[in-house]
């Protein structure tokens, strides 16, 4: 396992690249990069090219009521000491969000899932429909607001 | 030149070769595979919708039929992500035990590949030994947890209840004749002619386009990189244990069966060391009774599952329910590759494919 002193200078790369664009946070588990969705592409473009994070573990997404939260969690392979996960939040109200597909081609399948179950949309998906739940299905069941009664 | 047009071939929903219910749309050009269009959801039930309803404890049932053919990894990964949003300890012997549980899955889990990748391709036979041995697996849940399929027995902090007496002469007779079960499987399965005939070769799958599909588990590891959550990130106590990762050369169907065997043989060199090593003691340390996941905290956690990486994402609001829960399932990342593979190939080349990505559809589907 990664000791404190690798996830020291894990934590200093990040920040040596990304700190005057992103803001950049750590826990004992993660280092978390905040982006909005104008900068999500880059940073992950930035992320592959520049610290080796080649594998896009998990992403989904987070209903907060007035906006929702996507988050990326990402590591290397093989595996080089970062944990990474970078957050976007969007509003309720205009829910899109730049597809990493083209970055990242396992985001496809997930990507599907979010806007199925959340009902977020990712411009530049070359196959935006749902992927669980029936294409007739109305709604998106994993909002708060989605009504579980009859 | 004949020119033939293109149509549709529905494998499944109801079709024993997809292992539940997974629908696979071939389009065909004559004998050739053009595409193979992938339809998700026969399953599906909202786990993650469910989990917001339920307290952290009640959701451990929910997480153990994720992945119904290995019970206890995913109630595993699960616990684990709650002791980590929590700062839950546990206690040195249920450690061992979810070890030993855990492997015991895994090879459980293989023994169904095995197994169900020989019926797939015409050999009844084979099912019928991994089966045999499979259920000796099962025995061993039934004598710990009560439980021979949907066990619920990892707890936060340890596990429901110690191992009995009888499970001891069990185990160790089980790891005693494993390699005579393993040489069975390669000269019944592994060395078939026909098997090799429908496995070599086919369903390519190159390392590069498995990590850039987020491909893990033994099918990345078939082509031939040596990622396994239990070395690079690990977690429990597994770096406290000797044991190698097979790797494949070629990524096809038989470098996946290959590594599968390979992996069942590890499995039991860990729970021999686990076994040797286990202390005496608590098998659940003391936990409140009301767990409760602080407000706006989040965890990530991930575990080597048998298919791939299980990774549960939580996140606290206070009380006893989670404000979201979000699971990684291995086999739907997985699955993504299917058509990638099974493209060019022949129609029967996807009955291969599908049973050597291993998909488990209750974790694919949630």
């Not at chain 1, 998990?58 to 093989?78: R, W």
């Not at chain 1, 069941?141 to 579980?148: A, I, M, S, T, V």
């Not at chain 2, 575990?303 to 606290?316: A, C, H, N, Q, V």
């Amino acid at each position: 396992m990664a000791n404190n002193t690798d996830r020291d200078k894990a934590f200093n790369n990040v920040r040596a690249i990304l700190e005057d664009k992103y803001e950049i946070a750590n826990d004992p588990f993660f280092t978390y990069i905040t982006a909005n969705s104008d900068s999500l592409l880059s940073l992950m473009q930035t992320l592959k090219e520049q610290l080796g994070i080649n594998y896009l573990s998990n992403l989904t997404a987070v209903d907060y009521g007035e906006e929702f939260e996507m988050v990326y969690h990402l590591y290397a392979i093989p595996d080089n000491g970062q944990k990474l996960a970078v957050k976007t939040k969007i509003p309720r109200n205009r829910a899109e969000l730049p597809s990493v597909t083209s970055i990242y081609p396992t985001a496809d399948w997930q990507e599907r899932e979010v806007y199925d179950l959340m009902g977020i949309l990712f411009s530049g998906h070359p196959n935006m429909i749902r992927v669980l739940l029936p294409d007739d299905f109305v709604g998106h069941p994993l909002r708060k607001d989605f009504k579980k009664e009859g | 030149m004949i020119k033939t047009d293109l149509y549709t071939i529905n494998i499944g929903p109801q079709h024993p070769s997809t292992h539940g219910g997974l629908h696979v749309e071939a389009v065909m050009d004559g004998e050739i595979v053009r595409d193979a269009i992938v339809h998700l959801g026969y399953v599906h039930r909202s786990v993650e919708k469910i989990a917001e309803a339920r307290t952290y404890t009640q959701f451990i049932p929910y997480a153990s039929r994720l992945d119904y053919l290995a019970t206890h990894l995913p109630t595993l990964g699960y616990v684990q992500a709650v002791e980590k949003l929590m700062g839950v300890e546990v206690v040195e012997r249920a450690q061992y035990i979810r070890v030993i549980m855990a492997e015991l899955s895994r090879i459980a889990s293989h023994l169904v590949f095995v197994g169900s990748l020989a019926i797939d391709l015409g050999a009844t036979t084979g099912l019928i030994y991994c089966f045999r041995d499979r259920e000796r697996i099962l025995d061993m849940f039934e004598m710990t947890s009560g439980q021979r399929l949907l066990a619920s027995y990892m707890r936060v902090g340890g596990v429901s209840a110690d191992l009995p007496e009888e499970f001891f002469p069990a185990v160790q007779s089980f790891i005693k004749d494993m390699p005579g079960m393993i040489d069975e499987y390669n000269g019944l399965i592994t060395g078939n002619e026909i098997l090799q005939a429908r496995c070599k070769g086919i369903g390519v799958l190159n390392p590069d386009v498995a990590l850039a599909y987020g491909v893990t588990g033994p099918n990345l590891r078939a082509s031939g990189i040596a990622y396994d959550v239990r070395k690079a990130d690990p977690y429990g106590i597994y770096e406290r244990f000797d044991f190698e990762i097979p790797v494949g050369e070629h990524g096809d169907c038989m470098d996946r069966l290959v590594v599968r065997i390979k992996e069942i043989e590890q499995s039991g060199n860990i729970i021999r060391q686990a076994l040797e090593q286990m202390p005496e003691g608590e098998v659940r340390g003391k936990v409140s009774k009301v767990l409760k996941g602080e407000k706006g905290k989040e965890v990530y956690h991930r575990i080597e599952s048998s298919k791939g990486e299980l990774g549960f994402y939580l996140i606290g609001n206070g009380t006893e329910n989670p404000y979201r829960v979000h699971v990684r399932a291995p086999s739907f990342v997985n699955l993504m590759v299917l058509p990638l593979i099974s493209r060019g190939g022949k129609l029967q080349d996807i009955i291969a494919n599908i049973a050597t990505l291993d998909p488990v559809l209750g974790e694919s589907d949630r």
